[in-house]
Each structure stands twice: as structure tokens, then as C-alpha cells.
């Protein structure tokens, strides 16, 4: 046996009387087989085989959650533990025992090419408000790290996708209903809003004041605007075709819905 890269010679098997005619390798390369008229022998390798030492791949620390990908998920799990302490914090990416800005804006530097904009998912727990204070953090540090640069880019390409275009104000749902419904709406820009709605005559039935809302998507049950189907004096309202008026800031909208009992 010789040693493919030095051609040195590692040993020398005896046992054949005859000309060797066939030699193999198991799949592991730890038996040798060797094959001669009226005879074959197995010989061990293990002695001649060089140890291999296989190393677990090195962790991305970025990946919190250990999916295999850079991603938002990840980004919220550092939020949610923002300035927390401790030793082998999965969040404290930098390792230096505290969760802070820094580990958040790095893991979003070490985000995938592709996942800049958060899924539906990741939308109900992330919002245009966190992001921006994020930023807002951020910008006030030093930071000349190419990496964590980079992840300055990326909340700000996030905070785009999380703000709406424009203002407007969607179809209800469900439409028609009974007793309830909710009222979708997107706002572009921080405003005042509140929800007219009336009959068929123009009567007012209920005025909703939402309140103050910052620029966001609120679309989904926990932010849309909920009606519960009654007047002022909380009296349930007949079946019937209603008028819904959406205003904030400069903006107004106004849209139908039927109640059907």
C-alpha cells in the first residue's frame, strides 16, 4: 500500500500463494479485498487510515432562531429582549452580555438579499413605530462597521415596506354581517381618525373616535376599527344598507355595508 500523496509505502499484505487478480474497497474504506484463484482475503484498513475529525459547522449568530436564514423572525426575537443581561444570550449577538441596539441593527445587516420585507406573519408583530425608534437609536451611535451600516440600510428599506403609500380606507368584513363587523383602513401618515356611520337617510347611528394612530397597516382583526353593530345608546341597530366615513387628517372616505339579520 502506498500513500497517494507521497507515494510513501504504508505496508505490505501477505498471504496470497497466487497472483492477485481483483482488489476492493468497502464504502468506508476500512476492509480491503483482495481475490486470487481459489482464495480471497479481507484485510483491515483501519491502522493505515489517517483519523477524520468532523467539526460541526460554525453558527451564524445572527440566525436567533436557528432556521438557517437571516430574517425578520430573528430580528423580532432581539427586540423582544432588548436590554436584557446575561451570559449565552442567544440575542447578544456581539457577546458582549447585554442585548442592545447594536446586536438588533447587526443581525439586520446579515439579513438575506431577499428578506427586506417582512411576510404577514412577521406584519402582526412588527411595526412601522418599532422600526423607526430603532432607527432613530441607531443614528445617534457611532457606527463604522460595514456590516451593521448595512443593516442601518436594510431597517430603512423595512420601515418603507411597514408604511403605507397612501392613506385609504377598505371594505369591511364580514359584508354583509350580524352583528359585527371590522373596518380596515392604511394610513400614509400619522393622524386623527375617526369613524362616522350612517343609515340610509343621512341620520348619524355611531361616531367612533379612534384616536391618534401613527402611519401603519391596520388591517387585521386586533387593528382594524370594530363595530358591534349598535347606536349611540348601545340599542342593536335593524337590518338594512349603512354608510361608513373614514376621516383622518386631510383625508376622508366613505364606504357601504349591510347589515343582514
Same mark, same amino acid.
Given at each position: ?53 468532523? +467539526? ?6 445572527? @440566525?436567533? #432562531? %436557528?432556521? /438557517?436564514?437571516?430574517?425578520? !423572525? $430573528? *430580528?423580532? =426575537? &432581539?427586540?423582544?429582549?432588548?436590554? +436584557? ?6 440575542? @447578544?449577538? #456581539? %457577546?458582549? /452580555?447585554?442585548?442592545?441596539? !447594536? $446586536? *438588533?441593527? =447587526? &443581525? ?154
Amino acid at each position: 500500500l502506498w500513500d497517494v500523496t507521497t507515494g510513501e509505502n504504508i505496508a505490505t499484505l501477505e498471504g496470497h500463494i497466487r497472483g492477485i487478480n481483483e482488489l476492493s474497497f468497502s464504502a468506508d474504506g476500512r476492509v480491503l479485498a483482495s481475490g486470487s484463484s481459489g482464495a480471497i482475503l479481507l484485510w483491515d484498513m483501519t491502522p493505515y487510515l489517517d483519523p477524520i475529525t468532523i +467539526s460541526e459547522p460554525e453558527r451564524n449568530t445572527a @440566525d436567533i #432562531n %436557528g432556521d /438557517g436564514i437571516v430574517n425578520v !423572525l $430573528d *430580528l423580532i =426575537s &432581539v427586540a423582544s429582549q432588548l436590554g +436584557s443581561v446575561g451570559t449565552n444570550l442567544a440575542t @447578544d449577538v #456581539n %457577546g458582549d /452580555g447585554v442585548v442592545t441596539i !447594536l $446586536d *438588533l441593527v =447587526s &443581525v439586520a445587516g446579515m439579513f438575506e438579499a431577499t428578506t427586506a420585507a417582512p411576510s404577514a406573519h412577521s406584519q402582526t408583530t412588527l411595526t412601522a413605530a418599532a422600526v423607526r425608534g430603532w432607527l432613530n437609536s441607531a443614528r445617534s451611535l457611532e457606527i463604522s462597521d460595514p456590516i451593521m451600516n448595512r443593516g442601518l440600510v436594510i431597517l430603512e428599506q423595512l420601515l418603507v415596506s411597514l408604511t403605507p403609500r397612501k392613506t385609504v380606507l377598505l371594505s369591511n368584513y364580514p359584508n354583509p354581517f350580524n352583528p359585527e363587523t371590522w373596518i380596515p383602513y392604511q394610513l400614509a401618515e400619522d393622524a386623527f381618525v375617526t369613524l362616522t356611520i350612517y343609515d340610509e337617510s343621512g341620520q348619524v347611528v355611531r361616531t367612533l373616535d379612534v384616536g391618534h394612530r401613527i402611519a401603519a397597516f391596520y388591517e387585521s382583526q386586533s387593528k382594524a376599527i370594530y363595530w358591534d353593530g349598535t347606536n349611540e345608546f348601545g340599542e342593536a341597530v335593524s337590518s338594512g344598507v349603512y354608510f361608513y366615513h373614514l376621516s383622518a387628517g386631510d383625508y376622508s372616505a366613505t364606504r357601504k355595508m349591510v347589515i343582514l339579520k
